[in-house]
């Protein structure tokens, strides 16, 4: 399976990058790599982890591709967070965590930014990326996530909820369960729901919210 190649440059078409600057915890970096498909909610979830870790007093800094979306092409986001940060960019085999939103994007993220011994959480569905749909490469199987993965010495967490009623959430419960597994260090349950507040409103502020809460201390 091709894999996306990781770009130098975050000043290029499509790319934004963001930092925050935290003044109270001192965490050693820690690197996080999302993928997905355009739709699927990369961009608020991974907007959600930055502004949570501001929160936590860490200092941040994340990268996003844009333009996508429409496409039906791959969303990424990067995010680095700790001290000593001067860069939102993540070599290569470095992310301490990746989070994907599909089991195509799971392998990819798994195989293109992870490192040995790191963690991957994956939403167990299928959204055919365009390589798929284009006959250029298979379906990914829950099996080759994890032999790769137990080759490699890497932690899985799949998600999957049967019960959910609107898949534009699958975000959202990705988020609960990094959140009760505790994958992103200092980061805690209300630096979450704190970040959600920065970023919605009204009904759709509730309804997540309440989605993340009952996810969280199910």
Same mark, same amino acid.
């Given at each position: 399976?091709?894999?996306?190649?990781?770009?130098?440059?975050?000043?290029?078409?499509?790319?934004?990058?963001?930092t925050?600057k935290g003044?109270?915890?001192?965490?050693?970096?820690?690197?996080?790599?999302?993928s997905?498909?355009?739709?699927?909610?990369?961009?608020?979830?991974?907007?959600?982890?930055?502004?949570? /870790?501001?929160?936590?007093?860490?200092t941040v800094?994340?990268?996003?591709?844009?333009?996508?979306?429409q *496409? =039906? +092409?791959? $969303?990424?986001?990067?995010?680095r967070?700790g001290r000593?940060?001067?860069?939102?960019l993540?070599?290569?085999?470095q992310?301490?965590?990746?989070?994907?939103?599909?089991?195509h994007?799971?392998?990819?993220a798994?195989?293109l930014?992870?490192r040995d011994? /790191?963690a991957?959480?994956?939403?167990n569905?299928?959204?055919?990326?365009l390589?798929?749909?284009?006959? *250029? =490469? +298979?379906? $990914?199987?829950?099996e080759a996530?994890?032999?790769?993965a137990?080759?490699?010495?890497?932690?899985?967490?799949?998600?999957?909820?049967?019960g959910l009623?609107?898949?534009?959430?699958?975000n959202?419960?990705?988020?609960?369960?990094?959140?009760?597994?505790?994958?992103?260090p200092?980061?805690?349950?209300e630096?979450?729901r704190?970040?959600?507040?920065?970023?919605m409103? =009204?009904?759709?502020?509730?309804?997540?919210r309440a989605?993340?809460?009952?996810?969280?201390t199910a």
């Amino acid at each position: 399976m091709p894999l996306f190649k990781f770009c130098p440059d975050p000043a290029q078409q499509g790319v934004k990058t963001k930092t925050i600057k935290g003044k109270k915890n001192t965490m050693d970096a820690f690197n996080i790599y999302l993928s997905g498909v355009g739709g699927q909610g990369i961009g608020l979830l991974s907007e959600i982890i930055l502004r949570a /870790g501001d929160h936590a007093g860490l200092t941040v800094k994340g990268v996003d591709t844009h333009g996508l979306a429409q *496409r =039906g +092409g791959i $969303v990424q986001s990067r995010i680095r967070m700790g001290r000593d940060i001067y860069s939102p960019l993540i070599a290569e085999g470095q992310a301490d965590l990746a989070v994907a939103l599909e089991r195509h994007e799971a392998l990819r993220a798994m195989n293109l930014s992870l490192r040995d011994n /790191g963690a991957l959480i994956y939403y167990n569905t299928v959204w055919q990326p365009l390589d798929v749909r284009l006959g *250029r =490469g +298979g379906e $990914v199987t829950e099996e080759a996530i994890n032999g790769e993965a137990e080759l490699r010495g890497i932690s899985v967490f799949k998600v999957f909820d049967p019960g959910l009623m609107d898949a534009r959430t699958q975000n959202i419960t990705i988020l609960a369960v990094i959140a009760e597994n505790n994958l992103v260090p200092g980061v805690g349950f209300e630096n979450y729901r704190s970040a959600m507040k920065d970023l919605m409103a =009204g009904s759709m502020l509730e309804k997540n919210r309440a989605l993340f809460e009952s996810k969280v201390t199910a």
